[in-house]
């Protein structure tokens, strides 16, 4: 008995692995995406929280109103600079992870991206709960009054 097929056999079997191949690749897009969106809805979800624990006064907001602060203060070059030096952190972080597994330490631009965050004299930055907090050097010089009192800041808000 010959075990061998026919080509007509052999092109049907090539077609029900194609089709096979083709239902699999549509299926893990489909587990892809909603990975996808189960991890963004996770990231919303917590990030939402953390600004209503370190905000409480936003719960009572409208959706509207809440957009407003956001925008308000955030969308500002302080927001922007910050967000770009937290961006620029991970980046660098995330490059040093990938080349350091392939090639040995270079000591000769060691500490270079710790000195230029510490460089900007305009902003007086603390760390409070692992989160940066600056005040723009203009808002604390406009807010000294003539008798060297602060005038205009209320107190629990910074800039």
Not at 132 to 145: C, M, N, V, Y
């Amino acid at each position: 008995m010959s075990t061998r097929r026919s080509t007509a056999e052999r092109i049907e079997a090539e077609i029900k692995r194609k089709k096979q191949t083709e239902e699999e690749i549509k299926r893990l897009l489909q587990q892809q995406k909603t990975e996808e969106r189960k991890a963004r809805t996770r990231r919303l979800i917590i990030r939402g929280g953390m600004l209503e624990s370190l905000l409480p006064d936003t719960i009572a907001l409208s959706d509207e109103q809440f957009n407003d602060f956001l925008k308000r203060t955030t969308a500002n070059d302080y927001g922007r600079r910050a967000l770009t030096e937290f961006t620029v952190e991970q980046a660098k972080g995330n490059a040093a992870d990938r080349t350091d597994a392939d090639k040995p330490e270079d000591k000769t631009d060691a500490g270079q991206g710790s000195d230029t965050t510490a460089t900007k004299p305009a902003e007086a930055a603390t760390r409070r709960n692992s989160t940066l907090i600056a005040k723009p050097a203009q808002t604390a010089a406009a807010s000294d009054g003539a008798d060297g009192s602060k005038t205009g800041e209320t107190a629990g808000t910074g800039g």
